[in-house]
Structure formats: C-alpha cells, structure tokens
C-alpha cells in the first residue's frame, strides 16, 4: 500500500496541509476493505469481536493455539485459531487472569504481524545503494567475515550487540550469552531508555528494581498516585484493573506535566512543571512529617536513613515547592492528607519519571514516599511500575545490559566465575575472549560496556576518550530501532560511519533506512514471536509460556536460530551451546530454560521449569482474577505465572511471589521483606531489619544473607545432602548452584537474601539522598543556577556532560531563543518507535500523523491553527516538519510530542531508503530528532521529558 498524503517537506512549508487522510481515504488508497478493519472499529463499541485474515481454504482442520500479546508489558492472553498452517483469527483469552477477555486496539491487530506485507522476507544487503537478496548462507558468511576482522583489527569491543525488548526469555539471555562468548560487555537493550533508572533506585532501596504488587492488586488499592504515567494510552488493559481499583473506592491522583486521558479519570489532577518529581514527593513529605502523618512504627522497624530525608525535606517548604514545580501550598496538602487517609496506597510511574539525568533519584524519591507512609509489603501497596514492551521486564533480568550478568550479578570476577560455572566453561576461556588491555584504569571484561542510548558516541568520540582499545565499527540491531534515541543528527552520523550495519528484524526499521550510505547494510529477518516460542515475562514479575502459532513466515528465522548460525560462523558455538540441544540449525527453547534456572539464583529464576510454565498456560482459568492465585486444579496453591523470585529448584515447588516484601505470609507461601543487599551495617548504623519478617522465620530477627558459613553456625549445615554440601562448600544463597542453601534456609521460615531495613540513603550514588537538580535545558535560569546540575565527568567509558551544557544554555540565550518546555510521550496506537505498529493498516487508519501538542495561546501568538504545519526548532539545530494539535491539555509554555514516528528526517523522505514493499503506511519526524543531550548519572537513560524548543508556523 502506498500513501499519496503529503508530508511538510522544506519545499512545500508554505502549503497549508490536511491533518492526514479521513478514513475514507485511508480505505481507498490502502486497498483495505471494511471487513479487514472491524477489529480496530469495533474497539469504541464495547464488544469484543474475533479477529479475521482471509480464509486459509482447505479442508484441514482448525486448531487453537494459546499465546501471548507481542505489545506492552501486561502480558494479555490470546486465542489463535490456525487453519492450514496459517493464522486465519484469534480473540482475546476470556479465562487469562490478567485480561480476561480484553484487548486494546494494538492487541486486536495480533493477527497482522504473520501476514504483513511489509517484513522483510528474505535476507538482503545495500550495495551500491540498492538492496539486493541474499541467501542464508552468503549473509552469515558475510556478516561473521566482517566480525572477525574487525576483532582482528580493533577487537571485540568494537562490535556493538544492541538488544531487544520483544525477544522472549530464553533470546534474551541467548543473546547477552553470545555477547560474553563474543568477549564484550557492550550490549544493552531497550531499558536503558525506559526503566533503567527505576531498576538502580529501586533496587539500591528495597531490594530488588520491579514491581512490587500487580495489576491485579490494584483492586485493593485504597489511593493510586500515577506519576509521569498514562496507563490509559500506554496500559490500556491495566487501566481497567485501575478503574476497578477506583470503582470499589480508591481515590485516584494523577500527576502530570499534560492532562492525559488517564488524568481525565482522576479525583485529583496535578500538573507540575516537567522535572520537578523530586520536589514534589518531598513537597508531599513535607506536609507528610508536618503532620504526623508518617508510619513511624514501620520507619523504626523497616527503613534505615530517613531522618537525612526528613532533615532535607525542609529545604522544600510549600512556597519553594510552588516556585519550582507551580503547585501551590493547598494542593499539595489535600493529596498528601488523601495519602495519608487512603492506605494502602500505591505509586505508578512510567517514563515521565525515569527519563531525566536525575531519572534514578526520583525512582528513589518515590519508594522513600512509600516508605514514609508504611505501604511496602501490603496489598494494595507498594509500587505498580508499569513497564513498556512485552518482553522488557524478562530482558532485563537477563541481563541484557551493559553493566550485568544474566540475574544481575554485575561484572566482577566472581560473578563471571559464577557463570562459567553453569555454561561449564573454564573461566580462563571466557577471560581470554575479551580484550585484555586497560583502558582509562579499567579491563574490558570488568567494566560497563556502552549503553544503547550512547552507541553512537562509542562510533563518533575520540578513541582516545573512551574505555576501550578502538571505536564501534559494526552494530547489530536485533529488535531495536534508532529513532528511539535523542540527538537524530549524531545517531545519523554514527550510522554512516560504521563499517557495517546489521539489521535482525521483522521490519527494516530506522537503523536500516536512516542513513545515507550505500553499502554493507544487512538485514536479517527475523520471524515475529508467534513464530517462535518460549516464556515471556510481565511486568508484575509473572513468566508466561507463548506458544507458537504458526512456522516462520517468508525465509525469516527465529533470533536463537540467528545466532546459533552467527556463533558456528565466528567458531565459539560449541562452547555457546554446550548443553543447550541443537536440532538442525535450531537451538532448543527448553534447554535454555533450563540453562538459566540452573544459574539465576539471585532474583529467584531457578523454580520457573518450562514443565510448570506450561502447566500454568495450560490452566489460565483456575488462577483467580483478585490475587492470581490457584485455588484448585493442577497448580493449587501457585500464584500464575510462578512470579520471581520463585526460589529453589523447580522440584522444591515454590509459589512464587506475587507482593514483594509481605511479612505476613511464610517463605514458602510467597512471603518476604527487604533484602539485606547492603550489608549489615554503614558507619556503624545496624541496616538488619528490627523486626522478624516474613512469617515463621525462626531467626526471629533481622538477619544477614545465607551463605555456608552461616548454615554452619546456625548448626543447619547437615539439614543439605551429601550432593549439596559438596556444592555449596565456601558458597552463598547466589552461587550455590545445587540450591540447598535456598532450600535450608526456607524450611526454616527465612528469606535467603535476609532480612534487613530498606535504606533512604544510597552512599554509592553521586547522591546520597535524592535532591532537585534543574535538567540541563531548562527555561528557568534562576533555578539552574539554584540547583545545578553535575560537574561533567567520564560515565560508562564515555565523557559526559552536564554543567557546561547548563552555562551554555544561559551563555548563548537559549532559555530566550527556545522558551518552550517539550516533552514527550506515547499514543495508544502506536509502541515504541513505531515501525511494527505503522506497518500494520488496522492501526495505521487511527493516527496518521506526527504532530505537537500547543496550547491556544501558544499557538496565537505564533498565529498556528489546529492542523497548520509547523516547525519545531531543537536548541541543538535539528527542525521538525510536523502538524500542530491546538489543546488545553498542554499549558501555556509547554507542548508534548508523540515518539511513534519515523520515515521523514528534518524534512526529507526516507521513503526511497526502504527496500521494495517494505516502506510503513504512515511515515513521520521523530520527536527524537529534536530531543537533546542529557543522561542519567548512574544509568545513562537518556533525558526526553525535558528540553526546549521553539515553533513557528511554516
């Protein structure tokens, strides 16, 4: 299908232009029949009707396949029904415990992924700027080539693996293994740039860095704060476990630069200047203490650190909270006294919380919120921190990051031993396959690699400036795209600089059409997950088996296929799949499963058996709709989808856990309390917990982590086998591969990580406590000035800057020149970068162009009308062609784009980039093009809820 809608081009800005085709049409020009889009126009109706492709014909019979959504984090239930070896319909699961029989408008368009037009169908390479087909074999061949020189020449590290967020489990941790066999740590995937600032914070308070309840719970919540979240668009199927929640009484706030279809909902709307979150939990915290309105009872037992928050929190009175965030004094007390009054209470947040350079500390600002009110470990509690992609929770955990091991076990020698230990490889091996130089006082092997949102600087910086023997000159992208990342115009650059680039994707995507080279371009396609199988993990820590739905389309291949075949080419497949089964070219899902139980002990990965995730599949509808959990059946007494930490081996039959940090329920029963990750004491301070704990616990106390030792002491240690105590000799409750240590300690009531306080203070971070530093393009000098931001400094082996782009924001006027505040944020047509959703003409008919959000008065005084063109002008240079949308939801001085699009660059066409047949139906600026420098000092998230900017009709 093509589309004749013209786009605003630097040639035609003079042009008034439609704001995109009615449906009309988009039917005529898309070739599109009525009946092929009833699953996206029946969403408004309030019935949920099946799904059709065109009759597979046939007398064959029709067989139905239970899957999972390939979209947000939810984790919603599906019912193909195949005929002939092809995927002719599907409804939603009416017995899944989490959707039970909803689907949003991306989930009722499942069915198109196995039959776009737009995939790439076979394996392709750019020479002399034209696509031309390759087999299998020539494009492995090629590609391993290219790989082995290039180690030859700069080594390992000049190779880039950016990974995905939709692969399943069992690729994802295949996929940072490869890695590791390659000899680098640079890899990293999708949640550098949507929740790696929640892991650190949240993690380095509680624990562990992910949701702590469900949605499922939330309809127990009594108050639900959603900040920088909009669950409506982004969540919609978790939206209808929030307005449950809502429906049986909870008071529902919602705190947001923009009023959102989910602030639309609220008892209480809030808007605060995009930035602002720490001011604004310590603006709550200070009406909170104020009043005597805090949990002390629960802060003496459980928290550690609090008194330096109470003490700061008095730099954030209510006339300096309302200077710096423009809420004012009888606001702010009327939630904090709704908190007070409404428990337990939740926090939601999303990307408007995490995407900052001071991203980590409010991920730390609002678990301390929590801490203070005493809503950790409760139903109805904690923190619902609801994730983007399908698969972004599972990746993540499985360390597909730049600075962890699968389990997040870090980079240290000992953690890498751990692992040699399960791939049963010598460590030596795995050593001697990274470059062994220093570079600026760090080895390669121990230090963090380049994250996603900066590969680009690993291609374009000095190479002399960054911590590794050369620059990157190849870079997969397996399942990621680039227009998800600020600075376009370096992202560009750096794509035209490479030696090569390797596309393993369903779709081209930006990474293989943003450039302007001509040559040594791959794409390799990928089949879409309903051609594969394997678990997948939501974002309420629940592991769900996806089923294949039908064989690989076209010539695509799984991923795990893919690297199996790039692994034989580079020579290390025999140590990559030692125990992992291989039939044909086709690694074996279980076995992975099973490989990453046998060593993921730290986060509780090790009781979730392919065997028993299949049984829950198996059995969606005997796991109750309130808590998840199985009152009958097969799996009595399991909480669905074994959530982690499910401790032990999968024969030990752990629950799992669905409410992190509960106390009231045994171990065994999916009990807990806060991990003793920091140690036992700081400064002298105690940091074990004043209290007993999860249920049963006959410590009785606050307690360090197991390791051998101290089952000795304790005069447990025969209670382990004869097999378990060779294995766990000299270990702890991380490394013990045989999990005795685990086992022991739960059969008497305790957690095996401990039982410590939570902790306000991070003393390994650049701050200690979370304090309000001004992003650095902000329009308000004054505050810049007031709260700046860091001395530049060297992060994760690249420079990094921060108060020299704060001076040269007041030095050069940019707050003057740029005076708007922009911020961005999702659609509920669309995900991600877009390329899968605006490939898909169901979906494409609902939004068909890129826009910005202006306030009237904004758009008067620039003389903008609803629908105009307009330019949207970067302080860094960059200009959007783009429509503006005329709204109220956005004030004066601020403005919201959407990150969906892709296909136009400043005004040009990528349209003739594409291969044949493969270009998206709707193309479109990417906000990330205009969003500006700036990385969270711990993390590296990438800063796309504050810049500046200026707009001008065109």
């Known amino acids: 299908m093509k589309l004749t809608r013209k786009v605003p081009t630097k040639a035609s800005t003079t042009e008034r232009d439609s704001l995109g085709l009615n449906r009309r049409q988009f039917l005529k020009q898309a070739g599109v029949t009525t009946g092929g889009i009833a699953a996206a126009s029946m969403l408004g109706t309030g019935m949920i009707q099946k799904?059709?492709?065109?009759?597979?014909?046939?007398?064959?019979?029709?067989?139905?396949?239970?899957?999972?959504?390939?979209?947000?984090?939810?984790?919603?239930?599906?019912?193909?029904?195949?005929?002939?070896?092809?995927?002719?319909?599907?409804?939603?699961?009416?017995?899944?415990?989490?959707?039970?029989?909803?689907?949003?408008?991306?989930?009722?368009?499942?069915?198109?992924?196995?039959?776009?037009?737009?995939?790439?169908?076979?394996?392709?390479?750019?020479?002399?700027?034209?696509?031309?087909?390759?087999?299998?074999?020539?494009?492995?061949?090629?590609?391993?080539?290219?790989?082995?020189?290039?180690?030859?020449?700069?080594?390992?590290?000049?190779?880039?693996?950016?990974?995905?967020?939709?692969?399943?489990?069992?690729?994802?941790?295949?996929?940072?293994?490869?890695?590791?066999?390659?000899?680098?740590?640079?890899?990293?995937?999708?949640?550098?740039?949507?929740?790696?600032?929640?892991?650190?914070?949240?993690?380095?308070?509680?624990?562990?860095?992910?949701?702590?309840?469900?949605?499922?719970?939330?309809?127990?919540?009594?108050?639900m704060l959603f900040v920088g979240s909009n669950a409506a668009e982004a969540h919609p199927?978790?939206?209808?476990?929030?307005?449950?929640?809502?429906?049986?009484?909870?008071?529902?706030?919602?705190?947001?630069?923009?009023?959102?279809?989910?602030?639309?909902?609220?008892?209480?709307?809030?808007?605060?200047?995009?930035?602002?979150?720490?001011?604004?939990?310590?603006?709550?915290?200070w009406h909170i203490f104020e009043n005597g309105w805090e949990d002390q009872d629960f802060i003496d037992r459980r928290v550690w650190g609090m008194e330096a928050i109470r003490e700061e929190v008095q730099n954030y009175p209510p006339a300096e909270v309302e200077n710096i965030v423009g809420v004012g004094e009888k606001q702010m007390h009327r939630v904090a006294k709704m908190l007070h009054e409404h428990k337990p209470g939740t926090i939601v947040w999303c990307m408007g919380g995490t995407q900052h350079t001071i991203g980590n500390a409010n991920t730390r600002a609002y678990c301390i919120l929590q801490l203070a009110l005493g809503n950790m470990g409760v139903s109805g509690g904690g923190a619902n921190i609801f994730r983007g992609h399908d698969n972004v929770q599972g990746a993540t955990d499985f360390g597909l990051l730049f600075d962890n091991l699968p389990g997040y076990y870090g980079l240290s020698e000992g953690?890498?031993?751990?692992?040699?230990?399960?791939?049963?490889?010598?460590?030596?091996?795995?050593?001697?396959?990274?470059?062994?130089?220093?570079?600026?006082?760090?080895?390669?092997?121990?230090?963090?690699?380049?994250?996603?949102s900066r590969w680009h600087d690993g291609v374009l910086e000095d190479k002399d400036k960054i911590g590794q023997k050369d620059n990157v000159r190849l870079a997969f992208f397996l399942g990621q795209s680039v227009n998800t990342e600020t600075r376009g115009r370096e992202v560009r650059e750096a794509l035209n600089k490479m030696d090569a680039i390797v596309v393993v994707d369903p779709y081209p995507t930006m990474a293989g059409v943003m450039h302007t080279r001509k040559d040594n371009v791959f794409l390799l396609p990928a089949a879409t997950q309903f051609e594969t199988y394997g678990s997948v993990s939501a974002s309420n820590r629940s592991l769900q088996w996806r089923s294949q739905v039908v064989e690989p389309v076209f010539e695509s291949k799984p991923d795990h296929e893919i690297m199996y075949l790039l692994a034989k080419k580079v020579g290390i497949a025999d140590q990559m799949f030692k125990n992992i089964k291989v039939e044909g070219s086709v690694p074996l899902i279980e076995d992975i499963?099973?490989?990453?139980?046998?060593?993921?002990?730290?986060?509780?990965?090790?009781?979730?058996?392919?065997?028993?995730?299949?049984?829950?599949?198996?059995?969606?509808?005997?796991?109750?709709?309130?808590?998840?959990?199985?009152?009958?059946?097969?799996?009595?007494?399991?909480?669905?989808g074994l959530p982690w930490p499910c401790w032990g081996t999968p024969e030990l039959k752990h629950p799992g856990t669905h409410i992190l940090y509960d106390t009231s329920k045994h171990v065994m029963e999916g009990g807990g309390n806060f991990r003793a990750r920091f140690g036992v004491e700081y400064e002298g301070d105690n940091l074990l917990a004043a209290d007993a704990g999860s249920k049963g616990n006959e410590i009785g106390d606050g307690h360090p982590e197991f390791t051998s030792d101290m089952l000795k002491q304790l005069g447990w240690w025969d209670e382990l086998t004869p097999e378990e105590q060779a294995a766990a000799e000299g270990r702890n409750w991380k490394t013990d591969l045989s999990g005795g240590i685990q086992r022991v300690a739960m059969a008497h009531g305790c957690i095996p990580f401990g039982n410590a306080r939570a902790r306000c203070r991070v003393w390994t971070f650049p701050d200690e406590i979370p304090v309000h530093r001004e992003p650095l393009y902000t329009p308000r000098r004054d505050l810049a000035i007031k709260y700046p931001s860091y001395e530049d400094r060297q992060v994760a082996r690249l420079p990094t800057l921060y108060r020299s782009i704060q001076e040269k924001v007041i030095a050069e006027d940019l707050d003057k020149k740029f005076p708007m505040i922009v911020t961005s944020g999702r659609l509920v047509e669309y995900e991600g970068g877009g390329e899968e959703t605006r490939s898909n003409p169901w979906l494409a008919e609902l939004q068909q162009t890129m826009f910005v959000e202006i306030n009237p008065a904004d758009a008067a005084d620039r003389g903008i009308r609803d629908g105009d063109a307009v330019i949207l002008h970067s302080p860094e240079g960059p200009k959007l062609h783009i429509h503006a949308m005329v709204t109220e939801r956005v004030i004066p001085g601020e403005c919201f784009m959407p990150y969906h699009f892709a296909g136009i660059f400043e005004g040009e066409s990528l349209v003739p980039g594409y291969p044949e047949g493969t270009v998206p139906y709707i193309q479109g600026e990417s906000a990330n093009t205009a969003l500006t420098y700036g990385y969270d000092i711990v993390t590296q998230m990438q800063e796309t809820k504050v810049s500046i900017c200026q707009i001008s009709k065109a």
């Open 237 to 285: 199927v978790a939206m209808q476990h929030v307005l449950l929640g809502k429906e049986r009484g909870a008071k529902m706030i919602v705190v947001d630069p923009r009023y959102t279809r989910t602030a639309a909902h609220s008892d209480e709307y809030v808007h605060i200047r995009p930035g602002t979150d720490i001011p604004f939990i310590y603006g709550l915290l």
């Open 51 to 223: 799904a059709h492709a065109a009759d597979a014909g046939g007398s064959g019979e029709t067989k139905t396949v239970r899957t999972i959504c390939s979209h947000c984090s939810v984790g919603c239930g599906v019912y193909a029904e195949v005929k002939n070896g092809v995927w002719v319909a599907h409804e939603p699961a009416f017995d899944h415990p989490i959707n039970r029989g909803s689907h949003c408008a991306k989930g009722a368009s499942l069915i198109h992924h196995t039959h776009s037009e737009k995939r790439v169908k076979y394996p392709m390479k750019l020479e002399n700027g034209q696509w031309k087909k390759l087999s299998w074999e020539e494009a492995i061949n090629q590609v391993g080539d290219l790989m082995l020189k290039i180690r030859e020449e700069s080594g390992p590290d000049s190779i880039y693996f950016m990974g995905s967020a939709k692969t399943n489990n069992e690729q994802s941790y295949l996929y940072r293994k490869l890695a590791a066999m390659w000899g680098t740590n640079n890899v990293d995937h999708s949640a550098r740039i949507c929740h790696s600032t929640t892991v650190a914070g949240v993690a380095n308070t509680w624990g562990y860095g992910a949701m702590t309840n469900s949605y499922n719970d939330m309809h127990n919540c009594a108050a």
């Open 415 to 452: 953690a890498w031993q751990h692992w040699s230990r399960v791939w049963d490889l010598e460590y030596d091996w795995v050593k001697g396959r990274f470059d062994q130089g220093t570079y600026l006082g760090a080895t390669p092997m121990n230090a963090p690699g380049i994250p996603c």
């Open 593 to 640: 499963t099973r490989e990453y139980n046998r060593g993921m002990w730290t986060i509780g990965y090790t009781g979730q058996s392919p065997e028993r995730l299949k049984l829950h599949q198996e059995n969606w509808g005997t796991f109750e709709y309130e808590d998840l959990q199985a009152k009958g059946g097969p799996a009595k007494g399991e909480t669905y």
